[in-house]
């Protein structure tokens, strides 16, 4: 695995992986709840460390802390990539072609079913697939235009 260096003392790796499952659905949905879940991880993290510098205190108990954090937000925000992507695919097949259309959709019905999921009532259900289908959306386009 690549090591990068960081203000000249520090170590990170480069994070590169491929899955080959043989199947693309698998293929996607994996790689979006690795990513995804990667980065909330990271983001968690990054926020729990700052603390510790801030206070000025570090032990096991926020270790641990941290570490059940960092699970956490990660299996939630990749499991929900993983939906996504899943939904994606699963209206690119259906339509039979790639666009927009299907991030679209696919926010939407991501939103939708991880709002449920959630036992949020029906109004902050539509708003979140609302929501979740815009900012596919746009991210699709962003894609697209670079």
């Known amino acids: 695995m690549p ?3 960081f203000s000249g003392f520090l170590y990170f790796p480069n994070m590169h992986f491929d899955v080959s499952l043989g199947n693309p659905f698998l293929k996607r949905t994996v790689e979006g709840f690795l990513k995804i879940g990667a980065v909330a991880a990271s983001k968690v993290a990054v ?3 700052y603390d510790c510098l ?3 205190q570090f ?3 926020t270790l641990d802390d941290a570490l059940r ?3 956490r937000e990660g299996a939630y925000w990749g499991t929900t990539a993983g939906v996504y992507v899943g939904m994606e695919y699963g209206m690119e097949s259906i339509r039979g072609t790639r666009d927009w259309k299907n991030a679209m959709l696919g926010g939407a019905m991501t939103g939708a079913l991880v709002s449920a999921a959630s036992g949020h009532g029906r109004d902050k259900v539509i708003a979140d ?3 979740l289908g815009a900012i596919a959306t746009a991210a699709e386009l962003i894609n697209n235009l670079t």
């Open 54 to 56: 801030k206070k000025g």
């Open 3 to 5: 090591m990068s260096v």
């Open 47 to 49: 926020d729990e460390t």
């Open 59 to 61: 032990s096991k108990a």
């Open 129 to 131: 697939a609302i929501t």
């Open 69 to 71: 954090k960092m699970c």
